[in-house]
């Protein structure tokens, strides 16, 4: 997926919103949008948005002097959503159809980004997630493509997204019952999940997590360490989750499925589907 002029926008407000979290007093705040502007002169729109994201944060990261500007609010996030576990483990539980609850909440929970704008998700707006995504339609529904190709499988890459988030993938994860490899950043970028936001959602307890030997957004091929590439190569099925996976691997032929909330005009666009919706979609557009 291409970057458009619309997400200009976005990566200065990703950049204003970073240095004012982080207490950055105005001088710092103009020296930040300084650089990324410079930066957003000489991008080349073929680029997806992750790939001008990767060096708009790594501007952010250095103007700061910070390596991880969201670490404290990765951890909020995740205690918000552990709060929340035994209760989605219960809907799965009791769901006629467990599967697709457990997709359905695990798509509830990509409302924790900090990339696209409006505030984070609070406890309130995580629990309205969970009821909003048991009852509304999956606008791209590619559910029965999933489950057929689940029981063809004896293994899954799972791309993660954000922190607090895995929590949601986790009770996913527990469902599917299958060994998983759980791919986080290999360095802070945006509210992604590392590894210690993975380990502290309990992750492990359920999959092999690794990282990807990247701080870029998404999962960006030519960035990852050779030992990704060579899990990407070789996995029998793909699980893709968030916006960025999808903006970097959309156009892929492997065998993947994405679920997401598009919560972008953008992303709206060029998925066919109003801002809001919940997709779970094979990139072979089965």
């Known amino acids: 997926m291409r970057t458009y002029l619309d997400c200009y926008p976005c990566f ?16 710092r705040q103009r020296a930040v949008l300084d650089h990324v502007m410079r930066i957003l002169e000489t991008v080349d729109l073929a680029a997806t948005p992750p790939e001008i994201a990767y060096r708009v944060h790594d501007v952010v990261r250095a103007t700061l002097q910070m390596g991880d500007p969201y670490r404290v609010l990765k951890a909020e996030s995740t205690r918000r959503a552990l709060a929340l576990y035994e209760h989605l483990k219960a809907l799965v539980e009791a769901a006629a159809d467990p599967l697709e ?3 359905r909440l695990a798509i509830a929970g990509n409302i924790i980004d900090y990339g696209p704008p409006g505030a984070p998700a609070d406890t309130a707006a995580l629990q309205a997630a969970v ?5 509304r339609p999956l606008v791209i529904n590619h559910l029965e493509a999933f489950r057929s190709r689940l029981a063809e499988v004896e293994h899954i890459l799972y ?3 954000n922190a607090g988030e895995t929590v949601f993938d986790r009770v996913l994860i527990e469902t599917l019952a299958m060994p998983t ?6 360095g802070p970028v945006l509210n992604d999940a590392l590894a210690e936001d993975a380990l502290a959602a309990g992750i492990d307890r359920v999959a092999d ?13 030519d960035r990852c360490s050779a030992a990704l ?6 996995a029998s099925l793909i699980v893709a989750k968030g916006q960025a996976n999808y903006e970097t691997l959309s156009d892929s032929d492997r065998d993947i499925f994405f679920l997401l909330q598009v919560k972008c005009p953008v992303i709206a666009r060029h998925v066919g589907v109003p801002v809001g919706s919940m997709v779970i979609e094979s990139a072979r557009r089965s």
């Open 12 to 27: 200065m407000r990703q950049a204003l919103e970073a240095a004012r979290t982080n207490g950055a007093d105005e001088t």
């Open 101 to 103: 609850t457990a997709v």
């Open 131 to 135: 009821d909003g995504a048991l009852q």
């Open 159 to 161: 791309l993660a997204d």
């Open 181 to 186: 490899t759980y791919v986080v950043k290999g």
């Open 209 to 221: 997590i690794i990282d990807n030997g990247t701080d870029a957004p998404g999962t960006i091929l």
């Open 229 to 234: 590439r060579a899990r990407f190569d070789a």
